[in-house]
């Protein structure tokens, strides 16, 4: 990443930027503050990180968090609101659960992606299942790999991206399918490296048949020349063919479950609905 933005919307450069100035730019230290830890950190022959967290100036957090920027791998502190918490990956990118994000990652990337698909569908069997949750959270991890990625909320029936996002939703894939809008609804997040964002639009009375159309194999093609990975939440496969629909056009989807709640049942009645029409399929279990 190459400049991010800090609170007062000054532009800060981070690539060559000790850990010193980060802290300084992003106003967790004053000058005065960082002479004392320089001083105290020749005395320890500590790290100016380590000097710092010592002597009470910053937290552990905010040391993460400039090592973050200084390592290309942008995450959001705490206090800010601009997501929804539920963004775990945005929020806490060093805990068990964006651990096992990771490791997710890792496997779609040898079992799917480097087949040279550029494309995944997330859904789940039935709602509350957190086929949206995983299918932003995994679309931050792989920005922060530093994959161009694109996140589109393909679920015209019930759609959470732009609320997990907190942006509008006025246009976005359903205006684009029926010629109303562009690819210019597309939304960047500047605030994490790589990651754009397609929301859902007007809900419309026809999802499925929209959905069919020739339109998203046109714009999926398009998107294929400009993102490295696409990742598609869809509604529920139980609830409705939309999810086969897409994934069909892409080849695989990714079911979202809950361990103790997702009955097994549900879940192999998704897998066998998706496969039935010749989709690959993988579970992604969720243990919180």
Not at 48 to 60: N, Q, R
Request: with cysteine; net charge negative; proline share 3%.
């Amino acid at each position: 990443m190459n400049i991010i933005e800090t609170e007062k919307n000054t532009p800060l450069k981070t690539v060559s930027s000790s850990i010193g100035h980060l802290l300084l730019d992003m106003g967790k230290i004053t000058e005065k503050d960082a002479e004392r830890i320089l001083k105290f950190q020749k005395e320890k022959s500590m790290r100016f990180g380590e000097a710092a967290l010592a002597l009470g100036f910053v937290t552990m957090d905010d040391i993460n968090h400039a090592l973050s920027f200084q390592f290309d791998y942008p995450y959001l502190s705490q206090d800010k609101s601009s997501f929804s918490h539920q963004l775990v990956a945005a929020f806490d990118p060093f805990s068990k659960q964006v651990e096992s994000l990771r490791s997710l990652r890792t496997q779609l990337m040898l079992r799917w992606f480097e087949r040279g698909f550029k494309s995944l569908v997330v859904s789940s069997a039935r709602e509350s299942d957190g086929a949206s949750q995983l299918a932003a959270n995994l679309a931050i991890v792989f920005s922060q790999l530093g994959e161009r990625t694109l996140l589109i909320d393909a679920n015209l029936r019930l759609p959470q991206q732009h609320t997990l996002f907190k942006l509008n939703n006025h246009h976005g894939l359903s205006d684009i399918l029926v010629g109303r809008a562009s690819t210019d609804v597309i939304v960047r997040i500047p605030s994490l490296l790589n990651l754009s964002i397609l929301t859902a639009g007007a809900v419309p009375p026809n999802p499925q048949e929209l959905l069919n159309k020739n339109a998203l194999d046109e714009l999926l093609a398009s998107f294929s020349q400009q993102f490295d990975i696409v990742i598609m939440d869809t509604s529920p496969i139980l609830m409705s063919s939309d999810a086969q629909v897409v994934a069909k056009k892409v080849g695989g989807v990714l079911i979202a479950a809950e361990t103790n709640k997702t009955a097994l049942s549900d879940i192999q009645s998704a897998i066998d609905a998706c496969r039935e029409i010749g989709i690959e399929v993988q579970v992604a279990l969720n243990a919180h």
